[in-house]
């Protein structure tokens, strides 16, 4: 995701003009968990201002920063005092998960287990970390990366666990990048003889770290928003299938072909935007075509005649210069200018 991680949290990038991070702190607060610790690092007071104490998303929100990137067992570790010993799930918050967790969750209650781990099938596990199962869905291996995989089921990054896991995190090692690993940890439970069970994912998972996994993600969730139309369009533009116009925003001489959401105070003139395609507020579109992209806050894309398959960051400028038109797939960090022959 660089440039754009450069200067801002990657889990609050928008899917649908919403950050990845707050479909994550939904998920939670539909499984009927109230009390959430965030643990932040070097962006935490970005995290902070888009989530605030929690109470829009129904939750109670506690930070805990991280001095540095020490691992996702390291989390825990940092975490014991908020924890207690409450059973508690670990949502990585950069995970795009589409059908909740409420079925881990209560799984998780029902099956007194120490660990519960959510999984999902993909078509090249080398990438992921994998799970190899038994007969009664138990994991019994855990592998990071293996050249060999297995088995074809990647460790989703949302984990149930009873307060056993405070003994594990205590108990493992530094990997050689000098984290303590989750994965560590699970496995020293397996290897103590705790119950580690699987859950499988019932709905539509993407780890968002990659720009065609966001436009995917992006593609997935405008596919079922409904149109409204909180704007304004003018009698000479075209508005066409799921679109939503929200308060503020301003369509003039322009098509407009679902599905697309366009964001507060936003302004579409002599344009074309095609699907699956986020505009985000205060943003301007003018003599431009775009479709299949992501464009941030505040941005402007000016006399483009096809930009697709892009994001763009926030405050960003796009603008024509001479020569011969083209198709343009770009990804731009915040605070760019760039000029493209169009």
């Known amino acids: 995701m660089r440039p754009l ?8 990038v928008p899917v649908a003009n919403k950050p990845v991070l707050y479909y994550g702190l939904e998920a939670i607060r539909d499984a009927g968990i109230t009390s959430v610790g965030i643990i932040t690092g070097d962006t935490g007071a970005e995290v902070r201002e888009a989530v605030g104490d929690g109470s829009r998303f129904g939750l109670d929100v506690t930070y805990i920063p991280q001095e540095a990137p020490l ?12 924890l207690a010993d409450d059973p508690f799930v670990m949502y990585l918050g950069d995970n795009f998960l589409l059908g909740g967790i409420s079925g881990l969750v209560d799984a998780f209650r029902r099956g007194g287990y120490d660990a519960q781990i959510l999984l999902t099938k993909v078509a090249e596990p080398q990438f992921y970390g994998v799970a190899e199962l038994g007969p009664a869905g138990e994991i019994v291996a855990l592998q990071e990366k293996p050249a060999d995989p297995r088995s074809d089921l990647a460790i989703v990054g949302v984990y149930s666990f009873s307060p056993a896991i405070h003994e594990a995190v205590r108990a493992i090692r530094p990997s050689a990048r000098g984290e303590l690993e989750i994965t560590d940890a699970v496995q020293w439970l397996i290897g103590q003889g705790r119950s580690v069970q699987s859950h499988m994912v019932s709905g539509y998972w993407k780890d968002t770290g990659r720009l065609q996994d966001l436009l995917e993600c992006n593609r997935m969730v405008l596919e079922t928003v409904e149109p409204v139309n909180r704007g304004t369009v003018d009698g000479l533009s075209e508005v066409t299938g799921r679109v939503v116009i929200e308060p503020g925003a301003v369509v003039e001489n322009s098509v407009l072909r679902g599905p697309i959401v366009v964001g507060a105070d936003a302004k579409i003139q002599s344009s074309y935007v095609g699907p699956f395609t986020s505009i985000g507020p205060r943003c301007v579109v003018q003599d431009a075509e775009v479709e299949y992209s992501i464009v941030l806050d505040d941005s402007s894309v000016h006399g483009i005649s096809r930009l697709a398959h892009s994001l763009i960051g926030r405050n960003v400028e796009v603008s024509r210069a001479e020569g011969t038109p083209n198709t343009y797939g770009l990804m731009v960090g915040d605070h760019s200018r760039i000029q493209v022959r169009a």
């Open 5 to 12: 991680t450069h200067t801002s949290a990657k889990q609050l």
């Open 71 to 82: 691992g996702l067992a390291h989390c825990v570790l940092i975490a014991r005092e908020f």
